[in-house]
């Protein structure tokens, strides 16, 4: 079973620009996380989407938002870059479990790491 | 109060013997835990998860759960080099978030 992609792997962009990341979870799992890592604060929670729509947020600004598509794959945008948004931008898919949590196993793609000049 | 503590390391152990990594939590209500793997410019890699007091074992690995004392372990047997990276340590909070650890950097000595 192919894993969870992440498309671009790098990018380049410049202060005030805007940005579009892009995620295809695992065949079969309908939630997707995403996250931002960066060394000072480690890995922080943006949002998570399940069945078209966002289920949990995180403490972001506005500039950050997401969607997520009827085959489960995941866009996440951030407009007005600033330099402190360069970052790891990962995303996480997974299967939500009969216990009613949606936030099982999450499984990790490669990320996309933004360069913000 | 951080809502999920690990030590930052590094932590240097010796090949063969067994690692101790700890991680604390604040949110008592929490009710799923993670143990996460991650080598230097990779991807987190879930090793563990862990739902009930007590141990669990996959392997070499063993998570230890303590809901009362808000702390969960991961011990690595028999260490090899090829353990040699930053585990975290996540939990879901009451909020249904994953809030993640900063890591411990674990070093295997050959």
Not at chain 1, 35 to 45: A, D, I, K, M, N
Not at chain 1, 86 to 105: D, I, V
Not at chain 2, 32 to 48: D, N
């Amino acid at each position: 079973k192919a894993g969870v992609t992440q498309t671009p792997r790098y990018l380049i962009k410049t202060r005030g620009q805007q940005v579009t990341l892009s995620c295809s979870p695992i065949s079969g799992h309908r939630s997707v996380s995403w996250y931002q890592q960066t060394p000072g604060q480690g890995l922080q929670f943006l949002f998570e989407y399940f069945s078209e729509t966002q289920r949990n947020k995180g403490n972001f600004p506005g500039r950050f938002s997401g969607r997520q598509f009827s085959n489960s794959r995941s866009e996440m945008n951030v407009s007005t870059l600033e330099l402190g948004d360069s970052a790891l931008y990962l995303c996480a898919s997974s299967f939500p479990t009969s216990g009613g949590s949606y936030y099982n196993e999450q499984f990790f793609g490669p990320g996309t790491r933004l360069t913000v000049l | 109060q951080k809502e999920v503590e690990q030590n930052s390391g590094p932590l240097s152990v010796p090949e063969g013997a067994i690692a101790s990594l700890n991680c604390t939590y604040s949110d008592r209500v929490s009710q799923s835990f993670f143990w996460y793997r991650q080598y230097s410019g990779k991807s987190p890699e879930l090793i563990m998860s862990i739902y009930s007091n007590g141990d669990k074992e996959d392997g070499r690995f063993t998570a230890q759960l303590n809901k009362a004392s808000q702390y969960v372990s991961l011990l690595i047997r028999d260490s090899q080099p090829s353990d040699s990276a930053t585990y975290l340590c996540a939990v879901l909070n009451r909020d249904d978030k994953i809030i993640f650890g900063k890591g411990t950097r674990l070093h295997i000595l050959p």
